[in-house]
Nanobody, 118 residues
Framework: QVQLVESGGGLVQAGGSLRLSCAAS????????MGWYRQAPGKQRELVAT???????NYVDSVKGRFTISRTNVQKTLYLQMNSLKPEDTAVYYC????????????WGQGTQVTVSP
């Protein structure tokens, strides 16, 4: 099993920056892909960015050029550097991790609130 704990959320003005962190513990050796998702009030949860154990990244179009996802492969710590934040980025951000050891298992953190004021 894997435990995920997000941190780094907060309140920021439009144009500002935040750096989210996700600390993974437990059976981290088998973690493959990790990612960030977000859910705005009244909206569906959407994929923001993913990163494989090999470092391949993928971003939703709305954050390309502004957000950067990264990870450490030993401790399986996940980061999301968010620059040029916009009010529409306001959401609860969730860390996600996938284990692939013959069987795929998915884990979620509890979420961290990001609020961007105009």
């Amino acid at each position: 099993q894997v435990q995920l704990v997000e941190s780094g959320g907060g309140l920021v003005q439009a144009g500002g920056s935040l750096r989210l962190s996700c600390a993974a513990s437990g059976s981290i050796i088998s973690i493959n892909t990790m990612g960030w998702y977000r859910q705005a009030p009244g909206k569906q949860r959407e994929l923001v960015a993913t990163i494989t154990r090999g470092g391949d990244t993928n971003y939703v179009d709305s954050v390309k050029g502004r957000f950067t996802i990264s990870r450490t492969n030993v401790q399986k710590t996940l980061y999301l550097q968010m620059n040029s934040l916009k009010p529409e980025d306001t959401a609860v951000y969730y860390c996600n991790a996938e284990r692939d050891f013959g069987l795929k298992l998915t884990y979620w953190g509890q979420g961290t609130q990001v609020t961007v004021s105009p």
